[in-house]
């Protein structure tokens, strides 16, 4: 009974999230208020309606009461964090807040079916990154100077990249973490990269002259080569993508997009001769089964895992996603896509890149050089790591040890993911505040010029240019009239 139960559960988690995604790009279609209002109640309905169904499943398998206490936990936090960020942001992206929250309904589904104490784990580091980036927006609005801070941006990243490199311990090949007293671990380069893009846009706000681009690109190139150094390649490739498509948005010079990619493609060739790993993981990606009790069990697990799935999934705890190494983190896209089927997998990609579109409109829509390429870089950053996961997990590019940002396990990645979210929070309510001042001044012009027609209008209706001197010269006295 069981058993056809969550399989039953299965099916309705299928619908909801293709409505959910249905809705998610109605939203992007529709141009009034009131369309988008319904889309998002929709949208809020499958998220709530999912996350009830989910925790349903876990809690019929399992048969403890805790689950209860927990799935109760995160339907307090979801609709407190709704709540608060009505009350506080009423001109906030709701697209992106729901988005947010059917992320992270997804992503405590899986991690609990996976880890009990992961899930709470991960719980209570997103309820404390939610509270933190809760103000992330009214700074962003308020602190109008930011981009005056450049070279501090750059010092403090390349110095907290610097510590990782001398400091931290190497884990699965690379220097990726600080351990803080054994309770949990911080990852640098999860935060730095929010102030590199701040760094390089500040320093394209006033110039993009040839030498501003040359000093830029060093520094720019000073952050990756540490990241280098420290074997975390995926997180260099990111900053190195998030570089490139900045300085072409800002410069639309398709020499530096050209120069840059030969130059990106001559450093991963000399990446694969110098590192080991990195030939392992591309010997592993074109052919997994030249050591597939080794190298290769990884990616092959997770291959296994996706095909079994099929298009519709086992359901809850009825496949083995335990069989692929890194399930939580890195490859929690191949346990969805098992337990959950490929529809379910390609909605949740949907959901992905509606949250870039957002990203790329409102990049499009700021006036200020700044903001606009603080946008582009915060959505160049999220693409590119969600490409580079997805990708690594279906073989489409090796592995690179990236996470799927508010899905997969791990405390830096939700808090920098929530923080990204909220400066594009804050640049588009800061938007929206420019958007209302103008219409509140033409609204107030239009009145002015309803009182100054009701009360001169009579006459100009029926002189025609006689009434249109008037209207110039309301007092209706001629130049004969003055001299006399």
């Keep these: 009974m069981t058993s056809l139960v969550i399989q039953a559960t299965k099916y309705v988690m299928i619908v909801l999230i293709i409505l959910y995604t249905l809705s998610t790009y109605h939203y992007l ?82 991690l609990t079916r996976l880890n009990v104490d992961r899930a709470v784990r991960q719980f209570i580091i997103t309820v404390a990154a939610a509270v933190v980036a809760m103000a992330v927006p ?18 403090i990243g390349i110095a907290a990249l610097a510590l990782v490199l001398v400091f931290s311990m190497t884990s699965y090949g690379a220097k990726l973490s600080f351990n803080i007293g054994g309770l949990f671990s911080l990852q640098p380069s999860e935060f730095v990269k929010i102030s590199f893009v701040f760094f390089v846009a500040s320093m394209f706000q006033t110039s993009i002259s040839f030498k501003r681009v040359c000093v830029t690109t060093v520094v720019a190139a000073m952050h990756v080569l540490v990241l280098v150094a420290s074997k975390d390649l995926g997180a260099a490739l990111i900053y190195f993508a998030a570089y490139l498509l900045m300085l072409f948005v800002a410069t639309k010079s398709y020499l530096y997009l050209l120069g840059g990619t030969i130059a990106g493609s001559g450093a991963s060739v000399l990446a694969y001769k110098v590192f080991g790993h990195v030939r392992t993981r591309v010997q592993v990606w074109k052919d997994p089964w030249v050591d597939a009790t080794g190298d290769g069990w990884q990616i092959i697990q997770s291959l296994f895992a996706i095909g079994s799935g099929g298009w519709l999934g086992a359901g809850l705890y009825q496949g083995m996603p335990e069989t692929v190494p890194v399930v939580r983190s890195d490859f929690i896209f191949s346990a969805i896509s098992e337990e959950f089927g490929a529809i379910f997998a390609i909605a949740l990609i949907l959901i992905c890149l509606s949250c870039l579109l957002q990203f790329l409109w409102i990049s499009t829509w700021m006036d200020g050089m700044f903001y606009k ?27 690179t040890g990236i996470t799927l940002p508010f899905v997969s396990y791990g405390g830096s990645s939700i808090m920098s993911t929530f923080i990204m979210f909220g400066i594009i929070q804050g640049l588009y309510i800061l938007k929206q505040d420019e958007v209302d001042r103008i219409e509140q001044e033409e609204e107030q012009e239009r009145r002015r010029q309803a009182v100054y027609a ?31």
């Excluded at 998220?47 to 307090?76: C, D, K, P, R």
């Excluded at 009214?138 to 010092?155: D, N, T």
């Design 138 to 155: 009214v700074i962003v609005r308020k602190m109008r100077y930011l981009w005056r801070f450049g070279w501090i941006y750059a010092g």
């Design 373 to 399: 390429i603080i946008a582009f870089g915060l959505a160049a950053v999220y693409g590119v790591q969600v490409f580079l996961n997805i990708g690594g997990v279906i073989k489409f590019i090796p592995s």
């Design 29 to 110: 279609r529709m141009k009034t208020h009131k369309r988008r209002n319904r889309a998002c109640v929709m949208q809020l309905f499958c998220m709530f309606m999912l996350h009830l169904t989910g925790y349903l499943a876990i809690t019929l398998y399992t048969n403890q009461v805790s689950m209860v206490t927990f799935y109760l936990a995160q339907l307090v936090f979801f609709i407190l964090y709704l709540m608060f960020f009505h009350i506080f942001y009423r001109k906030a992206s709701r697209l992106l807040i729901n988005n947010t929250c059917m992320l992270l309904a997804i992503g405590f589904i899986m």
């Design 454 to 484: 009701k009360r001169y209008g009579k006459g100009a209706e029926g002189s025609g240019k006689s009434g249109e001197g008037r209207r110039r010269n309301p007092s209706g006295r001629g130049k004969n009239q003055k001299s006399k």
